[in-house]
């Protein structure tokens, strides 16, 4: 009698969960796999991968990209330490605003930060992309190790120097190998965001320095050469599940190390100023390409002006626009809001089921859970030009065809944002007390019931800060958007870059005062994310 009463409801939260699971790998099919798998078959049955992947240039290109993203990760990682040690150990008035600002430059439109450092490096070459893509990722390496080091135990410090150890002989021997998990957690993501590095390259590339990104836009853009296009896209994909997979062993570590104890901040102490004089300096040189930047839009060969905003609004001379600036803020805008609440259904609902596939018992199904959250982060992976053009080569076989919807260039851009949301919600949903949640369900309440009255009020600030985090990317969204985006309706990245390839001082001043405006509603946007709490989990969860 047992075993029948309570077979039925065992039953039912695992069809529920099945249709759950349905809508997120449903998605995650029609709009990822089917394009890529699309646009990479076309290739193979265009001949010549054989060719492509003999070709010494095709390995120069993949060791440049592995090599550039290296040396990026080793910067970002040597940066971003100082910074942790502020966060997570220091007590000091505007430490809160210090949180805010490291997270700016991650969240920043790659066209933003590719302008900013061109403003001090005109002539590109592979240092400003290298200090480019590590000045994006510091944030991801303060505070995913900040968010462990601040729940340390200060226990076992405390006894490596009660035997006499110097606080860097503390340091090297207890702290760091406690933090390695984190560290190697951040380094894998920060490679993957580095070695998938398309505006920033393109920008600072030019025709002399090529990433396998940038040449897959080549090739399949410029060429047409989907033979080469594909070959390409195997090799990165290769990259990338390899980095997915340490990343997501060194995140299993991170959170059964991040339980052990607590750290109190507290001023710092003796040589600890030192540490904090570095981290002051790694904020310094965040801010001086955003300073660059704004003194650039206003630099003229006449002096100061403000004639690029005045063209931006279309009260001053035209650009090479065929809007305004303001018609382009406001597509992104629209763009944005769309992908948005797309990527936080989609992404909610992946979050909901991984969180109950990882409290089964089953172990099956826990594994399930770790290949599903592995497969979710792809998306950040694979080149958005092979999304792009898989789009227009498959999307007219569903009813309507998308290749001509307005909603083309937001679905692109929700596959990059989903992954985000889902690391953001993921860890919050996992936190709610699972007792809460049973004492719901045995005093009646249906599991929609226990979503709403129980996870929902627990986890709404968080949700709200994700919806917020990912709408500053998809404002900023690039890759698969100047490849989407049409020419009368470009988003303001897109319109961005169509200035900086026109000639004109005119124009060069437009493309500046329109990164300006994007820097200043992503400062924005991110003051209120870690206003509503994400500093909890956000970037520090990846």
């Given at each position: 009698?047992?075993?029948?009463?309570?077979?039925?409801?065992?039953?039912?939260?695992?069809?529920?969960?099945?249709?759950?699971?349905?809508?997120?790998?449903?998605?995650?099919?029609?709009?990822?796999?089917?394009?890529?798998?699309?646009?990479?078959?076309?290739?193979?049955?265009?001949?010549?991968?054989?060719?492509?992947?003999?070709?010494?240039?095709?390995?120069?290109?993949?060791?440049?990209?592995?090599?550039?993203?290296?040396?990026?990760?080793?910067?970002?990682?040597?940066?971003?330490?100082?910074?942790?040690?502020?966060?997570?150990?220091?007590?000091?008035?505007?430490?809160?605003?210090?949180?805010?600002?490291?997270?700016?430059?991650?969240?920043?439109?790659?066209?933003?930060?590719?302008?900013?450092?061109?403003?001090?490096?005109?002539?590109?070459?592979?240092?400003?992309?290298?200090?480019?893509?590590?000045?994006?990722?510091?944030?991801?390496?303060?505070?995913?190790?900040?968010?462990?080091?601040?729940?340390?135990?200060?226990?076992?410090?405390?006894?490596?120097?009660?035997?006499?150890?110097?606080?860097?002989?503390?340091?090297?021997?207890?702290?760091?190998?406690?933090?390695?998990?984190?560290?190697?957690?951040?380094?894998?993501?920060?490679?993957?965001?580095?070695?998938?590095?398309?505006?920033?390259?393109?920008?600072?590339?030019?025709?002399?320095?090529?990433?396998?990104?940038?040449?897959?836009?080549?090739?399949?853009?410029?060429?047409?050469?989907?033979?080469?296009?594909?070959?390409?896209?195997?090799?990165?994909?290769?990259?990338?599940?390899?980095?997915?997979?340490?990343?997501?062993?060194?995140?299993?570590?991170?959170?059964?190390?991040a339980r052990i104890g607590s750290i109190r901040a507290r001023r710092p102490q003796g040589g600890e100023w030192w540490v904090v004089g570095v981290a002051g300096v790694v904020l310094a040189l965040l801010v001086t390409p955003i300073v660059a930047l704004l003194a650039e839009s206003l630099s003229t060969e006449d002096g100061w002006s403000f004639a690029g905003y005045r063209a931006l609004t279309g009260t001053g001379e035209k650009g090479a626009l065929q809007v305004s600036g303001w018609d382009a803020a406001l597509n992104s805008l629209k763009v944005a809001i769309d992908a948005t609440l797309l990527a936080m259904v989609v992404g909610v609902l992946a979050s909901v089921v991984l969180v109950a596939l990882r409290r089964s018992p089953a172990r099956a199904a826990r594994g399930l859970g770790e290949t599903m959250d592995a497969v979710l982060m792809l998306p950040l992976g694979v080149s958005a030009v092979t999304v792009g053009f898989g789009y227009l080569v498959t999307l007219d076989a569903l009813p309507g065809d998308l290749r001509t919807s307005p909603y083309l260039v937001p679905l692109a851009q929700a596959l990059v944002i989903i992954p985000l949301v889902v690391r953001m919600v993921l860890p919050v949903l996992r936190s709610v007390d699972v007792r809460l949640r049973q004492?719901?369900?045995?005093?009646?309440?249906?599991?929609?019931?226990?979503?709403?009255?129980?996870?929902?009020?627990?986890?709404?600030?968080?949700l709200v800060a994700a919806a917020g985090f990912g709408f500053v990317v998809a404002l900023g969204e690039f890759g698969a958007t100047s490849f989407l985006a049409r020419p009368s309706a470009p988003t303001l990245p897109v319109a961005v870059a169509t200035l900086m390839a026109r000639p004109g001082e005119l124009n060069n001043q437009m493309a500046y005062a329109a990164c300006a405006l994007l820097m200043l509603v992503t400062v924005l946007a991110v003051a209120l994310i870690d206003r509503l709490g994400a500093a909890r989990g956000g970037v520090g969860e990846f």
């Open positions: 009698m047992t075993t029948k009463a309570t077979a039925p409801p065992r039953t039912a939260r695992g069809l529920g969960l099945a249709l759950l699971g349905l809508a997120p790998i449903g998605f995650l099919v029609v709009f990822f796999a089917w394009p890529v798998v699309a646009i990479v078959g076309r290739g193979f049955a265009a001949g010549g991968l054989g060719e492509v992947l003999g070709d010494p240039r095709t390995w120069q290109l993949a060791g440049f990209t592995v090599g550039s993203a290296a040396a990026s990760t080793a910067v970002a990682v040597v940066a971003g330490l100082p910074v942790a040690f502020l966060l997570a150990r220091v007590r000091l008035p505007g430490v809160g605003l210090v949180r805010t600002l490291v997270l700016v430059p991650f969240v920043l439109p790659t066209v933003v930060v590719g302008l900013a450092f061109r403003a001090l490096w005109p002539d590109g070459g592979v240092l400003p992309i290298v200090l480019a893509n590590a000045f994006f990722n510091v944030a991801v390496v303060a505070r995913t190790v900040a968010g462990l080091w601040a729940r340390l135990d200060a226990r076992t410090t405390d006894a490596a120097r009660a035997l006499g150890a110097s606080p860097w002989r503390a340091f090297r021997s207890v702290t760091l190998p406690a933090l390695a998990p984190a560290i190697a957690s951040a380094a894998a993501v920060v490679f993957l965001f580095c070695a998938t590095s398309f505006g920033v390259v393109l920008i600072l590339g030019g025709a002399r320095y090529r990433t396998l990104e940038t040449e897959i836009y080549l090739r399949t853009v410029d060429l047409l050469d989907l033979s080469g296009a594909a070959a390409l896209s195997l090799i990165q994909f290769a990259a990338v599940v390899a980095a997915l997979v340490l990343g997501g062993l060194a995140r299993r570590r991170k959170e059964s190390a004492a719901a369900s045995t005093l009646g309440a249906s599991p929609l019931r226990v979503w709403r009255e129980i996870d929902l009020p627990l986890t709404l600030r968080p």
